[in-house]
């Protein structure tokens, strides 16, 4: 069907002469099949071209979990644009940056990003705009694509060419776009399919936003790499996944997921008894959540790794032994490396080593970013994670922290300098250290201590100095990004040579959640 487009060829393969496969039941019990998703596909793709959208062109979207985002993630595919999915959370100083970076041709935003788009837009230039409403079911771009009349031809697409740039949080304060290439996502999407034993039978519950990198590319190019289905959800919910699980066959999640359905009273082995496969991703899962699991299920979580700029990396078994605290063995196709992170020799077996990844999954580099993409591989071409690791006899990988101080909460992606360098900007602070904690609910939670300026600096007492500090994030960071909690110190501890040491502030504080 699209045989000329390397990717969508691959996403369509499965269901390209079975128009009337079921794609996705909604919670409003509205039936989606493929045939519909494929030609709404093709016209939202007609639309971006006539918004001027050629090959190589970027089409930046923030808007709400749908159908509709769907087609406009397919729509940029079949038009050979790269498809650039914002947090919903992102503030307008942050999406400002992200249009100023990567230039779109056009971007798509929902009510309440267009409600500010006339200032936003003067000082991002972006050429073309439409609308889309969170629902998906309103809005310029809808009006635009049922108006489409005519056959769309897809553009070619070679498996070197970028299908999508996602932003990750760079250690400097400043996002990185991670180019990935019409390759890399097919080819991760394939592997996984097979390794985890997809069927067109399966019905997945997605309960996972799509701006990220496993709601959208795991959970999604899956399914359209299978032609199987979604119990398409708009967003995590306890009360409606139970509902769903004996219909399902498959979850994906992130720890959260998991410690909130254990605490739910229909979770039992009969409620999940079609169930064959649950995920977990996107931040460690703890031992003791995978073994109450599988108490409470007779299910073993399967829990895997990934990353922005790599896809997916390593997974536990689908048939064998999913170990608990552990994020399995590499992936077919992929290799693993651990390394000394400063002298770059390979580490002996079980020591503790820097993980290097090398594979078709692996990321094109940083867009406009060539110096940073240089730091980020090996003379030998392996992209250096930034995450620490041990492996053991059998080949399993267990991470052990991660050497550039990135937080995992809720399963995004948090850099402590973004949130340090804003925290240090309010009047009345001396300094700042982000750190992540150990939480029940988001794996990491964000905390920030603070050391205010000295009494013949600054008059503000501390409870003003929280009340700027929260107030400030408030303004200038998404939810996820925000410290759940802000501890004032009259100092940081620091090295003999002044660096401040985070891992004793972790320490400190390691057991500021535990009755949460």
Not at 460 to 473: D, G, I, K, T
Request: include cysteine.
């Amino acid at each position: 069907m699209y045989d000329n487009n390397y990717l969508a060829h691959a996403l369509c393969k499965a269901t390209s002469s079975k128009p009337d496969t079921l794609f996705a039941e909604l919670e409003s019990q509205q039936r989606v099949s493929y045939g519909e998703l494929f030609a709404n596909a093709e016209r939202v793709a007609k639309v971006l071209q006539d918004h001027g959208v050629k090959p190589g062109d970027r089409v930046a979207v923030q808007a709400g979990k749908s159908i509709a985002m769907l087609e406009v993630y397919f729509g940029s595919v079949l038009a050979g644009a790269v498809f650039l999915p914002l947090n919903t959370g992102y503030t307008l100083s942050e999406v400002e940056y992200f249009l100023n970076d990567a230039t779109p041709q056009l971007f798509i935003a929902n009510d309440t990003t267009i409600s500010t788009m006339d200032e936003l837009q003067q000082r991002t230039k972006v050429p073309a705009l439409l609308s889309l409403s969170d629902d998906g079911q309103s809005g310029t771009l809808i009006e635009a694509r049922d108006n489409v009349t005519g056959e769309f031809l897809a553009i070619e697409r070679n498996a070197e060419d970028l299908a999508a740039i996602l932003y990750t949080s760079g250690t400097t304060g400043r996002s990185k776009g991670a180019m990935l290439s019409h390759g890399a996502l097919a080819s991760n999407a394939r592997m996984l399919a097979q390794y985890w034993a997809f069927t067109p039978e399966d019905k997945l519950i997605h309960a996972l936003p799509i701006f990220h990198i496993h709601g959208l590319f795991v959970a999604i190019n899956i399914t359209l790499t299978v032609g199987s289905s979604l119990l398409f959800l708009s967003k995590f919910d306890a009360d409606k996944i139970a509902q769903n699980l004996p219909k399902a066959t498959v979850l994906m999640g992130v720890p959260t997921f998991y410690t909130r359905l254990l605490r739910h009273p229909d979770l039992t082995k009969d409620t999940v008894k079609n169930m064959r496969l649950f995920v977990s991703g996107s931040a460690p899962l703890l031992a003791e959540t995978h073994t109450q699991w599988q108490q409470q299920t007779g299910h073993a979580i399967l829990e895997r790794y990934g990353m922005t700029e790599t896809n997916m990396n390593t997974s536990n078994p689908y048939d064998g032994d999913r170990r608990p605290g552990t994020v399995g063995l590499p992936l077919p196709g992929v290799e693993i490396r651990l390394r000394d992170p400063d002298s770059g020799s390979e580490v002996a077996l079980g020591d503790i080593g820097q993980i290097e990844v090398k594979g078709p999954n692996v990321f094109s580099g940083y867009w406009n970013m060539p110096e940073k993409t240089a730091e980020e591989f090996s003379d030998d071409g392996w992209f250096l994670t930034g995450d620490l690791a041990q492996q053991d006899s059998q080949g399993y990988i267990s991470i052990v922290g991660r050497s550039k101080d990135m937080i995992i909460s809720g399963g995004y992606n948090v850099y402590p300098k973004e949130i340090e360098s804003i925290i240090d900007d309010v009047e009345g602070v001396e300094e700042s250290a982000v750190i992540g904690i150990q939480h029940p609910d988001f794996g990491e939670a964000v905390v920030a201590v603070v050391v205010p300026q000295s009494s013949s600096q600054s008059s503000q007492p501390a409870p003003s100095l929280l009340a700027q500090v929260n107030e400030s994030v408030q303004i200038q960071l998404a939810s996820y990004k925000r410290p759940k909690q802000v501890v004032v110190v009259d100092e940081l501890p620091r090295n003999t040579m002044g660096k401040v040491q985070k891992a004793q502030l972790r320490e400190t504080y390691q057991q500021l959640f535990q009755n949460s």
